[in-house]
């Protein structure tokens, strides 16, 4: 018996000996130097923000930080939850203050106006120093979006018990820069509708990890929520009702909510594929509309796709991508371009009236009407952004500026890096946040999900972007997202399903290694995850538990091997 | 163009003809009859409870029906939700009453009272008549639990369109009788706490399943406030805060039971029991104990060691002392997975076994007996898991029932020994199933129990598969169950729901009212309903396809 109590005092003793600050961080940052000291928040902080003319959203986000330094109340994730703390805070210094401030020669423009420049070209390094003596902590960045990332930092950095806020690790130094400038999760709001405050509170969790793109998949086959003043049949016609839609208003509130978040909207109108619903307004402009068996058109039902090779169609279509892109702020848009089923056209009369009127393929006119649409949306400053199909299934010329995103498989990306595009990796082996909850379909009760298993944190987190790349090729790889597509999912699950999943990426592409170089590890990960979890559920996200509590209080004492 | 736009109405037209009725109902009754004709509920409709010295539950579940019947605000699930019914609503007959009775030889006692006798003496069996002329509704039942029942029945006939509460089936006759005395749900609140509110919430969701199985200890956390062993909970609760007090308990076997739920509470020995020893250290064997794959299926290991006569009369102690405070017929003891490799270098254990010259088996049916018998005592009836059954060679009373959860392949065995059986197979009711591996280090790992079990998987179970027909009798019925490593108050709504209601049809349903074989093709558009009210009540359940597919019923189907 006494060998059993051992055992169990060491385990505790080797919990406490870990290095707890470390266990704080996500993504975790590029340097970081820790001390041994503790350190207490003082009840009169303040967030001295020395920037002339500092922008509103840069006030707003101080504000916030503010906020959650304050009701985080977040105990340390070891038994007690920080009981065993109180020792060592009673003669512990002071932190009064953090200073924010941007270097010599910086220009002050808002975080919303940093946060939708082109890619490459925003600023989101900072360095964030607090000292072990109580003087002054100091946050320092090249712009104000820098100085965004620094906060959500900071406010990971401490904890809760008794009444204090608190760190052990004083004094902390961090510099920190993304390792890609695209770190992205994609919400498909089409199969099934998300309430807008969904949205909202999905945006925060995002720029928590630093998350710099909300992929909008907000249009496809089953509804079309948004709302197009030039095409307002559309919506009435394609949501589901006239309380799920995005108004117009609606898409500013959330692209300017997420700019001040250091988030860029990358809105997806899904082309010429996953379009049926349009053929509720515009019978006449989609092919094999709710034709059956569906499975024959469509990868899902409904069937019904754009008839791309009529002149009318293409018009109609470069003009609402243009109308729609244009009241946004994002330098990209994307024009989607996956599962396109060739069958749909084959017995549709005018597309083949059409096709053998002019002499062309089915391929000829999908590279027309994409020359179309992506000339309308390069006419408005927009950058395409498309799925892979539309470069390894198609014979079609899209601009060397594409961006093209990796979903069907990891190992499609090299094929596509090798013509020359830049990618996003979103391969669904990886990164499909919605795979492994079994067959959706009626009528299929041994189904499966498509792309089972679940992938979990950690089976996304062993990603590598770089896999199977030259690397003259590296610098193509702009970044890469976790994607949620909602045939089973909706606001009722949005939490669970994604939080904290998604986090995996947003370390992959921010973080890329470990501090001391390593590459990134999941046992030296997990801690660290279940950190984030924890805190945001005291945010209220409802993020699922990875592990049952007693592990996450245990660092390591549910591993595999442990 | 003209060809394509004619498949669209065509649809449009197949979803119109569909007994709309038919869609409303889950689980569907024992027989069924519906007509064609609209009937609006009164805004001054009233339940008129003609029952005398009618208990007060009874009266709480009546306002309860009157509250969902005007706040569901359900619209029917077609497209338009309604509105194409507007004008057949304008001439409708008006429902102004629903008329509660009990059968003239029945005696009127608390739902509560009724729900927790003891399986096979319970009547849950109810008829509910409801006019087309608008003259009073009337419900009918042997006891105030068949009422109940009958209750949550009505208030599923009802959509709602711009005001107007109403049904386009009148006349409606409905008799109902479960197929099996035992639907249940099972929650394990050790591996994550969930809050008491959690759990009336979903105690209001269950609502037709009548047994809450609450796994509430386990080697991670002991929750339970035992009040002759307050060190459990205070050392072995994840926080002060992360506790089912005494009257947490009572409060929530009391809402269970006016809600036509019992209470079928397990404390799982002598395996699962590891932070037990955070209080009695000298209980437990290879307690923390590492590697813990050697000694447990999951971290941390511990076990009691229950060969020693201390450990044994503890253990009877406790499971008496929690089993007398509740009003169930049933405790559960557990008995899953015991690791026997705990014991070969436990000395405490060895020591017990070689003076007294006997084995581990032979321990463990002292062990059984006498815990059994503590409860035995209290007037409960013993349940436990299959291995104990059939892994062991102990003596169990003929009463005990056994739950069957490894695999449905197993139920014929545990059938063949004469045990009364639960069927709460992993293979279909396992909800947690298909979430990944959950242990660290392990980013290639699946759940052990993949792939996750959709709604439609666990309907296509039978519960009487390899059985011969004179052991059908030994079924009582079955479970889905909520194992909690990944999950918690976060994820509980939509990871139950709607998928745990599956087993809820199978078990009280049994067949379709033509008598024809469940099918889930028949079945979804009535879960889709479900699913729907669900949300309207405030729960959060999964969506089990994209809204469109919600709308257009078979519209989605594998060959549609």
């Not at chain 1, 406490?16 to 350190?39: D, F, H, K, N, R």
């Not at chain 1, 002054?136 to 100085?147: I, P, Q």
């Not at chain 1, 498989?409 to 090299?414: L, N, Q, V």
């Not at chain 2, 994820?491 to 998928?499: E, Q």
Request: charged share 15%.
């Amino acid at each position: 018996m006494a060998f059993s109590r051992h055992i169990f005092i060491l385990a505790l003793v080797a919990g406490c000996l870990l290095p707890s600050g470390v266990q704080a961080l996500w993504p975790i940052p590029t340097t970081l130097e820790t001390g041994m000291t503790a350190l207490k928040i003082s009840p009169s902080f303040s967030f001295d923000v020395q920037i002339e003319d500092a922008p509103s959203d840069l006030l707003d986000a101080v504000a916030e930080s503010q906020y959650y330094l304050e009701n985080d109340k977040l105990g340390r994730l070891v038994v007690g939850r920080g009981a065993n703390d109180t020792t060592a805070l009673a003669s512990a210094m002071t932190l009064s203050n953090l200073t924010l401030s941007l270097t010599s020669g910086a220009t002050v423009d808002s975080i919303s106006s940093e946060a939708i420049k082109p890619l490459g070209t925003r600023s989101e390094e900072y360095a964030l120093t607090i000292p072990a003596d109580g003087s002054a902590a100091t946050l320092t960045a090249n712009s104000t979006l820098g100085l965004y990332r620094g906060l959500t930092t900071f406010n990971q950095l401490f904890y809760y018990y008794g009444g204090v806020i608190y760190t052990l690790i004083a004094p902390i130094a961090i510099t920190d820069t993304p390792a890609y400038p695209f770190r992205g999760l994609t919400l498909d709001t089409s199969r099934n509708y998300y309430p807008v405050s969904d949205l909202l509170r999905t945006l925060d969790a995002m720029s928590w990890v630093k998350i710099n793109t909300f992929h909008w998949h907000i249009t496809d086959s089953q509804s079309f929520p948004l709302e197009v003043v030039q095409y307002p049949e559309i919506t009435i016609n394609g949501a589901y009702s006239p309380q799920e839609v995005y108004t117009a208003s609606d898409v500013q509130y959330i692209v300017q909510y997420a700019a001040a978040r250091g988030i860029d909207v990358l809105m997806e109108i899904d082309t010429p594929g996953h379009t049926a619903i349009i053929g509720a307004t515009y019978p006449d402009y989609v092919a094999c509309f709710d034709a059956a068996p569906w499975a024959d058109f469509a990868n899902e039902p409904p069937a019904g796709q754009l008839r791309f090779a009529l002149p009318e169609v293409m018009n109609f279509t470069a003009s609402l991508l243009s109308d729609v892109a244009k009241t946004l702020p994002s330098s990209y848009f994307s024009t989607g371009g996956d599962e396109l089923n060739t069958n749909c056209y084959t017995d549709d009369y005018p597309t083949q009236q059409q096709l053998n009127s002019t002499g062309t393929t089915l391929n000829d006119a999908l590279d027309t009407f994409t020359q179309s649409t992506h000339g309308a949306l390069i006419a408005q400053g927009k950058t395409p952004v498309v799925w892979e199909e539309m470069v390894l299934d198609w014979n079609i010329t899209l601009s060397n500026e594409t961006i093209v995103m990796i979903w069907i498989s990891s190992a499609d990306a090299a094929a596509v890096v090798e013509k020359g595009f830049r990618i996003i990796q979103a391969p669904s082996n990886y990164f499909y946040l919605d795979c492994g909850a079994g067959e959706w379909l009626g009528d299929d009760p041994t189904g499966n999900s498509w792309c089972d298993p679940f992938k979990t944190w950690s089976e996304s987190y062993t990603f590598d972007p770089l896999a199977n790349l030259t690397e003259a090729q590296y610098g193509l790889v702009l970044g890469g997202e976790q994607c949620l597509w909602s045939e089973q999912s909706g606001p009722q699950n949005v939490d669970p399903i994604v939080w904290p999943r998604a986090a995996s990426s947003a370390e992959i592409f921010w973080s890329a290694k470990q501090p001391t170089g390593a590459a990134l590890n999941v046992t030296e990960a997990l801690p660290r995850l279940h950190d984030v979890r924890y805190r945001m559920v005291q945010r209220g996200i409802n993020a699922i538990p990875l592990q049952p509590q007693w592990c996450a209080l245990r660092p390591d004492a549910c591993d595999l091997y442990a | 163009m003209a060809p394509s736009r004619y498949v669209g109405i065509l649809a449009l037209v197949a979803g119109c003809l569909l007994p709309p009725g038919v869609l409303a109902l889950w689980p569907i009754p024992t027989t069924l009859e519906t007509g064609t004709t609209a009937l609006t509920v009164s805004s001054f409709f009233y339940f008129d409870v003609q029952v005398e010295g009618a208990p007060e539950d009874l009266y709480e579940a009546v306002a309860q029906a009157q509250y969902y019947l005007a706040n569901d605000k359900f619209g029917r699930l077609v497209v338009g939700r309604g509105a194409n019914d507007t004008t057949a609503l304008v001439s409708a007959p008006t429902l102004s009453t629903l008329t509660l009775s009990l059968t003239s030889s029945a005696t009127a006692e608390p739902i509560a009272s009724e729900a927790v006798k003891p399986l096979g003496t319970r009547s849950e069996e109810y008829a509910l008549t409801i006019p087309a002329d608008g003259s009073a509704a009337t419900l009918t039942a042997n006891s105030t639990l068949g009422l109940y029942r009958g209750l949550t029945t009505f208030n599923q006939l009802f959509y709602y369109y711009a005001g107007v509460t109403y049904t386009l089936i009148a006349p409606i006759a409905i008799t109902d009788t479960p197929a099996y005395p035992f639907r249940g749900f099972a929650l394990d609140t050790a591996r994550n706490y969930y809050p008491v509110s959690d759990i009336l919430r979903t105690l209001d969701a269950m609502s037709w399943i009548n047994t809450f199985h609450w796994h509430i200890t386990d080697s991670q956390s002991f929750p339970l406030e035992v009040a002759q062993y307050p060190g459990l909970a205070i050392n072995g609760a994840y926080s002060p805060q992360e506790v089912y007090t005494a009257s947490d308990v009572q409060y929530i076997v009391q809402y269970a039971g006016a809600r036509g739920i019992d209470v079928l509470m397990e404390i799982d020995t002598p395996g699962h029991t590891s932070i037990i020893a955070a209080t009695y250290p000298d209980y437990i064997a290879c307690f923390d104990e590492t590697p813990w794959a050697t000694y447990a299926n999951e971290p941390p290991a511990g076990q009691l060691r229950f060969a020693l006569p201390e450990v044994v009369n503890f253990t009877a102690s406790l499971l008496a002392d929690v089993a007398k405070n509740l009003p169930s017929s049933y405790f559960s003891t557990g008995g899953d997975e015991l690791n026997t490799e705990c014991y070969t270098n436990d000395y405490p254990t060895q020591l017990q076994l070689n003076s007294t010259g006997t084995t581990l088996n032979d321990a463990l049916n002292t062990f059984t007996e006498v815990t059994h018998a503590a409860l035995i005592a209290e007037g409960k009836t013993p349940i436990v898991w299959e291995e104990m059954v059939l892994d062991w060679n102990i003596t169990l009373s003929n009463e005990t029932i056994v739950m069957v959860w490894i695999s449905s392949a197993d139920a014929a065995a545990v059938v063949e020994k004469g045990f009364r059986i639960v069927q709460a197979p992993s293979n279909y009711f396992y909800l947690d199933c298909g979430a990944g591996g959950w242990v660290g280090a392990d980013p290639s790992g699946d759940s052990w129990c993949d792939p996750f079990k959709t709604w439609s998987e666990a309907y296509t179970f039978d519960p009487l598969a390899n059985l011969t027909e004179a052991q059908y009798e030994l079924v009582l019925g079955g479970e889905q169950l909520l194992w909690s490593e990944q999950s918690g108050p976060q994820n509980l709504d939509p990871i139950v729901w709607p998928r745990a209601a599956s087993s809820a049809e199978i078990f009280w349903s049994g067949q379709q009212p033509t008598g024809a074989p469940l099918n889930v093709t028949e079945a979804l558009p009535r879960l889709q309903d479900l699913r729907y009210r669900m949300v309207q009540r405030g729960l959060k359940p999964i969506h089990l396809q994209p809204y469109w597919c919600a709308l257009r019923p078979d519209a989605c189907d594998l060959t549609a």
